[in-house]
């Protein structure tokens, strides 16, 4: 479902402008649209008030809780059910921080994810992504939410695009701290600078080398690293924001001293910073995770070079693995 349906539905019982922002409101930030909770509904027409019990029932049904798994670094993973059953991950992140779901599944496969595995099965509306907030902070605060769960958010862009502006808006998030996470789209370049929401950006490098990239990243676009750090250095002085470019670490594959050389090249003196995350080995894929040590090794390089690098774990990894790990097991033991 989208946002826009939720404001047509409003607009047809005679809602203003204001009357949809105050509903939307009281959604996003959890103040409730029933009748237990008046003072977000004294001010709206009549029929717009009747309407309010059928919609919050509505609005229930987009995100249910399925389980949670909390990880010892604060984190915590939801498996989500949508409201034709499918299901996506959403992670509870330290520092008030959530990962959202854009798609079910994900057409780009990159070799490494498990979500990559099983294609793209549908998009993710733009009022089930906001979805995936609200029901988030009604177990904990949310104030930054990251576009990094399952799926490319620029292969479903309409919908996240109406998301981010919601989550920007009504739902009362800092702009920066809206991060889209894409793999690189022209389409995500063209249009984010456009928005009246323009969110952080995040980047999935992964290799400075373009042969090695198409290889793991099978049907993301072809754009070279190269410009793809051109645009996003442009995006970076457009919006004031760093791009957060990130890297799964693969033990032998992109954790080379060559691999450093390449991105102290690309990124020396750009507004940027790198987010070095070891590949998790649970999930089975066939790579390998480099030592701890060997990680540090490389952010160390970075930083001796000028180039701000952290190196993280993906959160929650001590509970079940990457993103898509969840729902991979969910679908298993649901035998669908
Ligand atoms: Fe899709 Fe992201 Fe997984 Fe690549 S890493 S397959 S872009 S969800």
Same mark, same amino acid.
């Given at each position: 479902?989208?946002?826009?349906?939720?404001?047509?539905?409003?607009?047809?019982?005679?809602a203003?402008? =204001?009357?949809?922002?105050?509903?939307?409101?009281?959604?996003?930030?959890?103040?409730?649209?029933?009748?237990?909770?008046?003072?977000?509904?004294?001010?709206?027409?009549?029929?717009?008030?009747?309407?309010?019990?059928?919609?919050?029932?509505?609005?229930?049904?987009?995100a249910?809780?399925r389980?949670?798994?909390?990880?010892?670094? %604060?984190?915590?993973?939801? *498996?989500?059910?949508?409201?034709?059953?499918?299901?996506?991950?959403?992670?509870?992140?330290?520092?008030d921080?959530? =990962?959202?779901?854009?798609?079910?599944?994900?057409?780009?496969? =990159?070799?490494?994810?498990?979500? %990559?595995?099983?294609?793209?099965?549908?998009?993710? %509306?733009?009022?089930?992504?906001?979805?995936?907030?609200?029901?988030?902070?009604r177990?904990?605060?949310?104030?930054?939410?990251v576009?990094?769960?399952?799926?490319?958010? @620029?292969?479903?862009?309409?919908?996240?695009?109406?998301?981010?502006?919601?989550?920007?808006?009504?739902?009362?998030?800092?702009?920066?701290?809206?991060?889209?996470?894409?793999?690189?789209?022209?389409?995500?370049?063209?249009?984010?600078?456009?928005?009246?929401?323009?969110?952080?950006?995040?980047?999935? *490098?992964?290799?400075?080398k373009?042969e090695?990239?198409?290889? *793991?990243?099978p049907?993301?676009?072809?754009?070279?690293?190269?410009?793809?750090?051109?645009?996003?250095?442009?995006?970076?002085?457009?919006? /004031?924001?760093?791009?957060?470019?990130?890297?799964?670490?693969?033990?032998?594959?992109?954790? @080379?001293?060559?691999?450093?050389?390449?991105?102290?090249?690309? *990124?020396k %003196?750009?507004y940027?910073?790198m987010?070095?995350?070891?590949?998790? @080995?649970?999930?089975?894929?066939g790579?390998? &995770?480099?030592?701890?040590?060997r990680?540090?090794?490389?952010?160390?390089?970075?930083?001796? @070079? /000028?180039?701000?690098? &952290?190196?993280?774990?993906?959160?929650?990894?001590?509970?079940?693995?990457?993103?898509?790990?969840?729902?991979?097991?969910?679908?298993?033991?649901?035998?669908?």
């Open positions: 479902m989208r946002l826009e349906e939720i404001r047509q539905q409003l607009r047809a019982a005679g203003k402008t =204001c009357h949809e922002e105050r509903v939307l409101r009281a959604w996003t930030q959890n103040v409730g649209l029933d009748t237990r909770h008046r003072k977000a509904e004294d001010f709206l027409p009549r029929a717009v008030r009747q309407l309010l019990p059928a919609l919050t029932g509505q609005l229930d049904g987009l249910r809780l389980s949670e798994h909390p990880g010892e670094d %604060g984190s915590a993973r939801l *498996l989500v059910e949508l409201a034709d059953g499918q299901t996506v991950e959403s992670v509870l992140l330290p520092r921080g959530l =990962c959202v779901s854009t798609q079910v599944g994900c057409a780009v496969g =990159c070799l490494f994810c498990m979500t %990559g595995q099983e294609g793209l099965l549908r998009q993710v %509306g733009s009022a089930e992504i906001v979805a995936q907030v609200v029901l988030a902070r177990r904990r605060k949310v104030t930054r939410v576009f990094m769960g399952m799926g490319e958010p @620029s292969h479903n862009l309409d919908n996240v695009m109406e998301a981010i502006e919601t989550l920007g808006t009504v739902a009362g998030i800092g702009h920066k701290n809206l991060v889209f996470s894409t793999v690189g789209d022209r389409r995500a370049f063209e249009r984010l600078p456009q928005g009246p929401v323009k969110p952080a950006l995040a980047l999935s *490098l992964h290799t400075t373009a090695l990239r198409t290889k *793991l990243l049907k993301a676009p072809r754009i070279d690293p190269d410009e793809l750090v051109d645009l996003g250095e442009h995006y970076a002085r457009t919006t /004031g924001y760093p791009i957060q470019y990130q890297w799964t670490l693969l033990a032998g594959i992109n954790d @080379s001293d060559e691999e450093i050389e390449g991105i102290i090249r690309l *990124l %003196g750009k940027a910073m987010n070095f995350i070891p590949y998790n @080995s649970n999930e089975g894929l790579f390998e &995770r480099p030592s701890w040590e990680a540090s090794q490389l952010a160390g390089r970075l930083h001796q @070079s /000028g180039i701000l690098a &952290r190196l993280r774990n993906s959160a929650g990894q001590d509970v079940d693995g990457g993103c898509g790990q969840l729902r991979a097991r969910a679908t298993a033991a649901d035998g669908t």
